[in-house]
């Protein structure tokens, strides 16, 4: 049975997180809203999940029946994620997906929340500008994770249908969307974070474009 949306959507706005699951939450309000009610026992997947509550999965899965897959590789989130997140229908994945199956680079950013496999110049600058810095005085700590393609994912995981597919990598969107060439399993609805240069790098570029085809680009329209 769905759960009119009227009735669910009703969330005090006052504090960060909660403007933050809002805006998140305003995908679920538009792409999966039938005759006023909200799809049930539907799969999202999110890379970059952080430490669990910043995202529309918790309010998925505890009102709609949701399962929720997430990928963090960030060492700060990463307990933080399996302490918050530790029901039975999350699925918690320590790897980074990217375009290789296999050890990748990754940069830790002292200013949480921005860790990326590939940081622009301009995001770079951006963080460095908080002069936020690890106990040495560094902005930066490169390590190295295990990354994962979308493909090998869906294969491994035994995963059949994804609903929802939520991209917040700061920077690095291009590998994870070239990992998801050729795969058997593509999400219904992606939500992808970008600046206005990662849309036009990326998203707009006639490769993309034309391996993604089969999607229709919606820019700007959540409000």
């Known amino acids: 049975m769905a759960i009119p949306y009227q009735q669910i959507f009703q969330f005090p706005r006052n504090t960060e997180h909660e403007l933050k699951v809002n805006k998140d939450l305003s995908i679920i309000k538009n792409y999966f809203n039938y005759d006023n009610k909200l799809y049930r026992n539907g799969i999202m997947v999110e890379c970059g999940t952080a430490e669990g509550w910043h995202d529309p999965g918790t309010f998925l899965e505890k009102n709609l029946g949701w399962k929720f897959i997430g990928f ?75 990354g994962i393609t979308w493909r090998t994912f869906i294969k491994q995981y035994k995963i059949i249908k994804v609903d929802l597919f939520i991209l917040d990598v700061e920077g690095c969107e291009i590998k994870v969307l070239n990992g998801m060439k050729d795969s058997e399993v593509m999400p219904d609805v992606m939500m992808i974070e970008f600046s206005r240069s990662d849309y036009n790098n990326t998203l707009m570029n006639e490769e993309t474009k034309e391996d993604f085809s089969g999607f229709k680009i919606i820019k700007d329209k959540l409000k």
């Open 72 to 146: 963090e590789v960030d060492p700060v989130f990463w307990p933080q994620l399996l302490m918050n997140r530790s029901s039975a229908t999350v699925l918690k994945i320590n790897k980074a997906l990217t375009d290789i199956d296999g050890p990748v680079h990754f940069t830790v950013s002292a200013w949480g929340g921005n860790s990326s496999l590939q940081h622009s110049k301009d995001h770079q600058k951006e963080l460095i500008g908080f002069k936020k810095t690890f106990q040495d005085g560094t902005y930066f700590k490169d390590i190295t994770v295990q």
